[in-house]
């Protein structure tokens, strides 16, 4: 295996890494922009008010996105599963 061939599957770890967050992160800063502007206005601040809403918000994401999050976990594994006899011999 030569060097080349390490950094591509260092980036493709890294960028499966970031597709498996994007979801959850960017349904956590949604809510937490749009609690966050209901804070100000309304002036109430308190701390689990936006907490419970996001921790919902995040379950959700999960639930939606979950299934196309392991089919590609599972798709990578399986990639590299099959690069094994390549990496030995």
Same mark, same amino acid.
């Given at each position: $295996? *030569?060097?080349?061939?390490?950094?591509?599957?260092?980036?493709?770890? $890294? +960028?499966?890494?970031?597709?498996?967050?994007?979801?959850?992160l960017?349904?956590a800063?949604?809510?937490? =922009?749009?609690?966050?502007?209901?804070?100000?206005? *309304?002036?109430?601040?308190?701390?689990?008010?936006?907490f419970?809403?996001?921790l919902?918000?995040?379950?959700?994401?999960?639930?939606?996105?979950g299934?196309?999050m392991?089919?590609l976990?599972?798709?990578? +594994?399986?990639?590299?599963?099959? *690069?094994?006899? =390549?990496?030995?011999?």
């Open positions: $295996m *030569t060097p080349e061939d390490v950094i591509e599957v260092g980036r493709q770890a $890294m +960028t499966l890494s970031v597709l498996l967050a994007a979801p959850l960017l349904a800063l949604a809510a937490g =922009v749009l609690i966050g502007m209901f804070q100000a206005a *309304t002036q109430i601040q308190d701390m689990t008010l936006s419970i809403p996001k919902v918000v995040f379950v959700i994401a999960l639930g939606i996105a299934p196309w392991l089919r976990a599972i798709d990578f +594994t399986h990639r590299m599963f099959e *690069t094994i006899p =390549v990496v030995i011999g």
